[in-house]
């Protein structure tokens, strides 16, 4: 599989942002490897260049927290069952299929840990949608659908001690106590991170943010 650097990713995000129509871009990676800051730096860099880019992450269609509640979901809030997969899955083709139309989509706001529905537009004249999540190349229904909506996937990668630290560090900052941190980064989280990596072998590229 061929690993990119921060250069050649740019300039293949560049090439699919001209090709003339639509494209999609997936960037995925296991919890707190760094996918959703080094998309929103790409779109950002891809904006400030002159591409019309909208950036659409996977976590706004995590389940209402009310709900994972009444399901008894909440511990393992993350796991793919947690999300509306088929939802995202009906947003990507509608971004896929009708280009010309505003489309709205959904935002998870961490800071309430729920999602805020038509949060993101995603106007006619954007040629690239990114799009970041943990299950994007996952191989079951209904995520084994969205790697066929997507141009091009990339799996970013860290080495897995950062991993863990960033994940736990990220845990506590939302309110977590250091053994609750320490019991979800090694606990439902690794279980998740276990399943994204076996996805690995679908993306088209590795990137080393």
Known sequence: MQILDSAAAYDRAVELATRGRRQILGITGAPAAGKSTYAEQLAAKLTADG???????????????SVL??????DVKG?????DGYGFVALLKRLKESPDEQIWAPRFDRSIEDSIAASIGVAAEVTLVLTE????LLDEPPWSTVRDLLDQCWYVEVPEDLRHERLEARHRLFGRSPEEAHERTYGSDERNAQLIAASAPAADAIIHP
């Open 51 to 65: 591409h019309k880019v909208a950036l659409v992450p996977m976590d706004g269609y995590h389940l209402a927290q």
């Open 69 to 74: 509640e009444a399901e008894g979901l909440a």
């Open 79 to 83: 796991a793919p069952r947690t999300f």
């Open 133 to 136: 999540g943990n299950y994007l």
